[in-house]
């Protein structure tokens, strides 16, 4: 099996692997057709439904989402207010033209 072509290169008794395609191994089976991001509050009825399918959700679910959504704005304003921060305090720049350090206009 062994075909020698040069006297410095041979062939190995590998087969070549057959084309993958664009077929995927795994595929992910969607079990919901809303992703229940907005909500309706009935307080007469105690209820919470999605806002977009009208599917009745659980209040504490929706209670969890909230909660993270704040987190995450929370999280958001404070890394904003450190880089303001940042920014007012730094005074000189570096020009992009010629390299040298020029100072930062105020207005």
Known sequence: MKETIDTNVTLLP??????????????????????????????????????????????????????NQETKYHELHDRYQDELKRLKERSRTKCRHCGNMTPISKS
């Open 14 to 67: 590998v087969k070549p692997r057959n084309e993958l395609g664009r077929d995927r191994v795994l595929q992910t089976v969607l079990t919901h057709k809303c992703w229940h991001r907005r909500f309706t509050v009935d307080e007469q009825a105690e209820k919470v439904l999605c806002a977009d399918c009208k599917e009745p959700l659980n209040p504490m679910w929706v209670l969890v989402q909230l909660s």
